[in-house]
């Protein structure tokens, strides 16, 4: 039996007889307008596989990154020292543990917010130093291996303030100074506001000490800011110089160095379930591990006398930031 002929395509072949006919478009009106959406494809899901897509070569790139050989001063202020160590020694995290691409964007802001801030400061009226004249970031290297020679604690700071307004408000200002900067979330920033770095945020508090410490910079209170990643604001204290922070931060380095292995380092809590460990990258592996046959012995400082009495730095305050360590 024959097809029945579509009427458009019948009358089309009366006016123009043998013509080949491969498809008819209806008349606008009798149709939706031209969609060249994907049917099958929301916009969201899109988004998603462009994320994962940009996640998944952001971690990539990140675990080939060579790891640092030195215990870095902005990790000084870790509460356990063999979390500390399981860094130093390179120990790989527990599976799952490695940083998302998610994680490594907000640490980029901080990086590429660090520069703007400098900026700003600049512009303000300050002198700041971010750089030595061969492009190096200012630092410190301490402990170098017997065997290599390289430092085993170093830090590498975000700059130096020499000159800038004598005063700021009410507050005079004093020279020169070390400045730290930090891109913080709204929580984490407003908790500065509150209750200071020192209690919000110990670990960049220690950061800051083992700095002032290593470089010479404890004569004047170092300069802190954040900028709050939500809203642009940006806070600010002064830090002063803390010797028995400093010398507290400097023994924890001292103590992971020595160590054979982490595991001879004790564990900061009785159980595995303690709130510290929940965030640890090594819970697993820590926990799964025997336990330490004794305590770690508490090692010499690697600078000052005691933990309570004032550091000496390593040389004239003021000048060491000068110099710079594992460059
Ligand atoms: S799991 Fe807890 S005790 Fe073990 S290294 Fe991590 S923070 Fe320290």
Redesign the pocket.
């Known amino acids: 039996m024959q097809a029945k002929q579509d009427p458009v395509v019948a009358a089309v072949l009366e006016l123009f007889p043998g013509a080949y006919i491969t498809e008819i478009i209806p008349h606008a009106e009798e149709t939706a307008p031209m969609d060249f959406t994907p049917t099958n494809v929301s916009p969201t899901s899109f988004s998603d596989a462009f994320q994962a897509l940009l996640d998944e070569a952001h971690q990539i790139h990140n675990m080939e990154q060579e790891p640092r050989d030195y215990l870095g001063g902005s990790r000084l202020g870790v509460?356990?020292?063999?979390?500390l160590?399981?860094e130093y020694f390179q120990v790989a995290k527990d599976p799952d543990r490695n940083f998302k691409g998610k994680i490594l964007r907000i640490f980029d802001m901080g990086h590429d917010g660090e520069d703007r801030m400098a900026e700003y400061i600049r512009r303000a009226g300050f002198t700041l130093l971010t750089h030595r004249s061969d492009g190096q970031q200012f630092g410190f290297g301490v402990a170098p291996d017997p065997v290599t020679g390289k430092s085993r604690i170093a830090g590498h700071i975000d700059g130096i303030l020499t000159d800038g307004p004598e005063y700021v408000g009410c507050t005079k200002m004093t020279y020169p100074c070390l400045w730290e900067n930090k891109g913080l979330n709204d929580k984490g920033s407003k908790g500065c506001v509150k209750k200071g770095v020192k209690e919000e945020k110990p670990i960049y508090y220690a950061q800051m000490q083992i700095y002032m410490a290593y470089l010479g910079l404890g004569d004047n209170p170092g300069l802190f800011t954040a900028l709050n990643r939500n809203t642009g604001d940006i806070h600010s204290e002064l830090v002063p110089f803390d010797a028995q922070a400093a010398q507290q931060a400097s023994d924890r380095g001292v103590r992971v160095i020595r160590a054979d292995s982490?595991e001879d380092l004790?564990?900061?809590?009785r159980e595995?379930t303690?709130f510290?460990?929940k965030?640890?990258?090594?819970?697993a592996?820590?926990?799964g591990a025997a336990e330490p046959q004794a305590a770690a012995p508490v090692p010499a400082p690697l600078f000052g006398a005691q933990p309570a009495a004032p550091v000496t730095a390593p040389a004239a305050p003021g000048t060491n930031w000068l110099k710079n360590a594992n460059s």
């Open positions: 509460e356990c020292d063999r979390a160590a399981y982490p004790p564990r900061i809590a595995s303690d510290r460990c965030f640890c990258d090594y819970a592996r820590c926990w």
